[in-house]
């Protein structure tokens, strides 16, 4: 499974992006899929995540309300819509997938096989 994440800029503080997904070797329909951040001198930490086999969503509480995880399997790609930005946001951000996730592992790393390139998000304040 090949990840390829996209959708990063430069976005003023309140402002929105949607970074995108895409898988090319496997679908989504029995993957699950995570979003993943790290900043400059910190450890990658965990966003969100939506397992594949009851399509439940969970989110870091740092982003919960404001971020959005979504699967369009038409189009075999997942969605990371960001919302009400802020400048402690600012990360390159990874997707990551996994046909093996459970619900007490999705926030960790070391639960994921498969892993996007990563996109820049930069806020400004």
């Known amino acids: 499974v090949q990840l390829q994440a996209s959708g990063g800029g430069l976005v003023q503080a309140g402002g929105s992006l949607r970074l995108s997904c895409a898988a090319s070797?496997?679908?989504?329909?029995?993957?699950?899929t995570a979003w993943f951040r790290q900043a400059p001198g910190k450890e990658r930490e965990f966003v969100a995540a939506l397992k594949w086999n009851d399509r439940s969503v969970h989110y870091a509480d740092s982003v919960k309300g404001r971020f959005t995880i979504s699967l369009d399997n038409a189009k075999n790609t997942v969605y990371l819509q960001m919302n009400s930005l802020r400048p402690e946001d600012t990360s390159v951000y990874y997707c990551?997938?996994?046909?093996?996730?459970?619900?007490?592992?999705?926030?960790?790393?070391?639960?994921?096989?498969?892993w996007g390139q990563g996109t820049l998000v930069t806020v400004s304040s």
């Open positions: 990551a997938a996994d046909p093996s996730v459970i619900t007490s592992n999705l926030a960790a790393r070391s639960a994921y096989a498969y």
């Open positions: 070797g496997r679908t989504f329909r029995r993957l699950s």
